[in-house]
């Protein structure tokens, strides 16, 4: 079969994929679905397909996952040990005579512990503490839910988790002080963006509002439970992680989990054997459950991504014909088209632009290092503001607000962080 025919025919099916997706159809059917339609119209010989589609791509993501297993964890310790709790509370006193400032209190806060915590238990479980923060100082809930979603992707730019999930698609590419160099710039962008967001709707805060808008939801804040007192020194470790990558270049893995130690162990957990076994174990369980699904959908991606790199030297003249050589304009140009990530779309890489990740990085075109920044970028605005992420979904149920209200106010400050933080990416690896 002619290569052309077979590359407008993957298009097609890419296209319908996108409709699928746009429909609700599930994710990880849909990328399974997928691999095997790619196989079978590139014309994947079946020995082939079998080892570099279905066996390879899975069991190579096994150290992705442990990444995600540790972080879940650790998101899991910081709430359970009363560190996020305790963290939450002082923000609340603090800022309590100031609506604003309570607000912009909880959004660096929320940006501080997402530095390292990962996965929508952890977020799950830091939002209903936080979130009725909010609300109790009069910030409406829409605005409330989208400046809160907004201050959890803009740490995802220095996660190490998030990060060794993109970097499947970019293996050249490295969590390193060049990257995290940028990485720290366009997440102040972003939370700054954030910041000035709440500033101008800062009219819109009406104290007089907070019980009813915490009925709403069903979150009196006089009914809350006792919070857990923490030392203070514990503040400071949902940004360890972070710290040991940086100063002395530890992996992940090891960073982590010297967090998950020092949290229990400076919250009281580590005060008998048994006791500590215990919080181990529960917290262990509990993490593993809140990213299940999550694993799950990521081994139906990963096939999905070896079918891809597969087929990418069939897209090679079409990349060629319609992409510019300008570093500079392909930056801004994503910028400027950044929505296309929403609705899980052909710029998001847990998405429909896995395709788009894969052809691109198997062209050769453009190096990993610069590739992974910039598709990074459209896709941390949908982690932030896309309705189909697990916790936007979440967050939209729990405080009660319609769509609509949710990207008209997300997708404008999104857009125009995006623009920006693809202008970084340029001066950064261009």
Do not use: C
Not at 15 to 37: C, D, E, H, Q, T
Not at 58 to 65: D, L, S, V, W
Not at 279 to 285: G, H, L, R, S, W
């Amino acid at each position: 079969m002619n290569s052309t025919i077979i590359a407008i025919l993957l298009l097609v099916t890419f296209a319908l994929f996108i409709g699928y997706i746009l429909k609700g159809g599930n994710l990880m059917i849909g990328f399974f679905v997928m691999a095997i339609l790619w196989a079978i119209i590139g014309m994947v010989p079946f020995s082939t397909a079998i080892q570099k589609i279905f066996a390879e791509p899975a069991t190579n993501y096994g150290p992705t996952i442990i990444y995600i297993v540790f972080g879940s964890w650790f998101g899991r310790v910081l709430v359970d040990s009363g560190i996020a709790p305790a963290i939450s509370e002082t923000t609340n006193k603090v800022g309590r005579k100031k609506p604003l400032l309570a607000a912009v209190l909880v959004l660096i806060v929320t940006a501080f512990i997402f530095v390292s915590a990962y996965g929508v238990g952890s977020v799950i479980a830091i939002g209903v503490i936080l979130l009725p923060i909010m609300l109790s100082v009069g910030v409406p809930r829409d605005i409330a839910l989208v400046a809160f979603s907004m201050a959890i992707g803009a740490p995802m730019y220095i996660n190490v988790v998030l990060y060794n999930q993109i970097k499947v698609f970019f293996s050249k590419a490295a969590y390193n002080a060049s990257y995290l160099h940028f990485g720290i710039i366009a997440m102040a962008v972003q939370l700054l963006a954030v910041i000035l967001f709440l500033f101008i709707v800062r009219k819109k805060i009406n104290p007089s509002q907070a019980a009813e808008n915490l009925n709403t939801i069903g979150a009196g804040m006089g009914d809350d439970k006792e919070v857990k007192s923490v030392p203070k020194i514990a503040f400071v470790i949902p940004i360890v992680p972070v710290l040991m990558n940086m100063l002395f270049h530890w992996d992940a893995v090891p960073a982590l989990t010297l967090a998950t130690l020092l949290g229990a162990l400076l919250t009281g957990n580590m005060k008998n054997y048994k006791h500590f076994v215990n919080f181990m174990n529960e917290t262990v369980k509990h993490a593993i459950a809140d990213i299940a699904g999550l694993v799950m959908f990521l081994m139906s991606l990963a096939m999905f991504t070896g079918a891809a790199s597969l087929n990418a030297a069939r897209f090679k003249p079409i990349f060629e014909a319609i992409l510019p050589s300008s570093h500079l304009i392909l930056a801004i140009a994503l910028g400027v088209l950044a929505p296309l990530a929403l609705f899980r779309g052909p710029l998001h890489v847990w998405g429909a632009g896995a395709a788009t990740a894969a052809v691109l990085s198997g062209t050769g075109l453009f190096s990993d290092v610069f590739l992974l920044p910039l598709l990074y970028v459209p896709t941390l605005m949908a982690v932030s503001v896309d309705i189909t992420q697990s916790w936007n979904v979440w967050g939209l149920d729990y405080m009660k607000v319609q769509s609509k209200d949710f990207l008209k106010y997300g997708v404008p400050v999104m857009w125009i962080v995006s623009i920006i933080n693809e202008f970084l990416v340029f001066k950064f690896f261009g």
